[in-house]
């Protein structure tokens, strides 16, 4: 049973995937078509077509490689310029992969294809065509982000206790995995106090509490005094007293997740600390809060792609080395699929909280294809739109010096750098399979 469901969990979360890609391709294909550019083909995948089907002048189909998609407009590649003198000879090897990329280009357009070609577009058009694949991840992944707010909620913490620790171990000890009380470490107060597990905190120094947040408020500047409690405990209401022990403890932010510095690693502070874990419940959240969980994640993504190089070292040296892998850092499709089928596996999670990982695995999916897509190199879309954006303004500014047309941007000049990002890209993505099957992230 366990392995059928961490099999259709895996089966899931690549459907979900795939038809992410084939979504983002159709944000790319619906505007193409609708300024009047000849597609050719639409594929979802890379490497031999497993099957496909023509309509019109487009050929519809899947491919061996499910790692991605891209559909195929004419006239990519603008014809080289007449006049413009040939470069050295030491970069013929260059001049030659940007000549034969414009040929095969050249061969796609048919008669009455002139005006059809994607070169030939206003700057505009190529942009709105180039972040539709981007902008459909978005909705995408703010659709999922919002079924999840409004329908599944939230977990949410709440005053019940859930969990009693029989002594004080500082966080830097627990995020190194010492989780066990050592000798010199101080007695919870909590357990000092009597509280247990299913205890529901009512009031802390005389003023009842409703949330977590007030509890913690309340009791993390008031380390070294002694501070009144009064919990229910089947049905009654049971007082005593409890005095917070400075610890230190994660800096968490307005949702509770934990603050990293520059260098990714958590920031501590010293406060008042009792011993005490919540248990949690599902809240759902009014549409009004989608907006800021969207950018909230967006910024964490945008937080890893700028910082990818040293995530990526860290993923190498945890998958060649003895340390565990960052939960938080970059995983592969591999990866996404594991954790998926671990979750639909987990006896102990509920059908529900299984769905809502599911929405909410995919939303993050669909986020981080946004951010990731939007950086400015080739062939990522961002490339092409940046490429865009300097052909105009170099034809602005060769305009107002009554310079002649510099022409449009050709992105067959940069296919070495192209091929280089191509080949880097690859590679992550090779090394990250290997950390997801060799290291995986461990939730459980």
């Known amino acids: 049973m366990g392995v059928a469901l961490f099999l259709a969990g895996v089966l899931l979360a690549a459907a979900a995937i795939a038809v992410s890609i084939a979504l983002h391709e159709i944000g790319h294909l619906v505007p193409a078509k609708f300024f009047g550019v000849r597609v050719t083909q639409y594929m979802v995948g890379f490497g031999r077509t497993v099957a496909s089907r023509r309509r019109g002048e487009t050929e519809y189909g899947l491919k061996a490689v499910p790692l991605g998609g891209y559909i195929s407009m004419v006239g990519m590649y603008p014809p080289a310029r007449s006049g413009v003198p040939a470069r050295a000879a030491s970069t013929g090897v260059f001049q030659q992969l940007a000549a034969e990329a414009r040929g095969a280009a050249a061969v796609q357009i048919g008669p009455g294809d002139e005006h059809r070609v994607f070169y030939r577009l206003p700057v505009w058009k190529r942009v ?12 995408l992944g703010t659709l999922c982000v919002a079924v999840l707010l409004t329908g599944f909620g939230t977990p949410t913490p709440t005053t019940t206790v859930a969990w009693v620790a029989e002594c004080v171990v500082p966080a830097e000890r627990q995020a ?61 209401s049971v007082r005593t007293g409890l005095t917070p022990v400075l610890s230190s403890r994660p800096v968490l932010d307005d949702r509770g997740a934990a603050v990293t510095g520059e260098d990714g690693s958590p920031r501590y502070e010293k406060v008042g600390f009792i011993g005490i874990s919540p248990t949690t419940e599902s809240v759902r959240q009014p549409v009004t809060e989608v907006p800021a969980a969207v950018l909230d994640g967006l910024g964490r993504i945008a937080g890893v792609v700028l910082h990818l190089p040293q995530r990526i070292y860290e993923v190498a040296e945890a998958a060649f080395g003895e340390g565990p892998r960052d939960p938080d850092g970059p995983i ?113």
């Open 332 to 444: 592969s499709v591999v990866g996404i699929g594991r954790i998926s089928g671990e979750i639909a596996a987990h006896e102990e999670i509920v059908l529900r909280d299984k769905a809502a990982s599911l929405v909410g695995l995919v939303g993050s999916v669909n986020l981080a294809l946004f951010v990731f897509n939007l950086l400015p190199l080739l062939p990522l879309d961002g490339g092409h739109v940046a490429g865009a954006l300097w052909e105009a303004l170099r034809r602005g500014t060769s305009r107002l010096l009554g310079r002649p047309d510099p022409g449009p941007f050709d992105p067959a000049r940069l296919l070495p750098v192209t091929y280089a990002v191509a080949v880097l890209m690859i590679g992550m993505s090779a090394l990250l399979i290997y950390a997801d099957i060799v290291k995986p992230v461990q939730l459980f």
């Open 128 to 139: 709105v065509i180039m972040l539709g694949g981007p902008l459909m991840n978005l909705l």
């Open 176 to 236: 190194a995995g010492q989780d066990e009380c050592a000798p010199g470490d101080p007695r919870a107060p909590a357990h000092e106090a009597g509280l247990r597990p299913g205890d529901v905190v009512t009031a802390v120094d005389g003023a009842a509490v409703a949330s977590w947040d007030e509890l913690t408020g309340r009791i993390r500047d008031r380390a070294g005094e002694r501070i009144p409690v009064v919990v229910e405990r089947d049905g009654r």
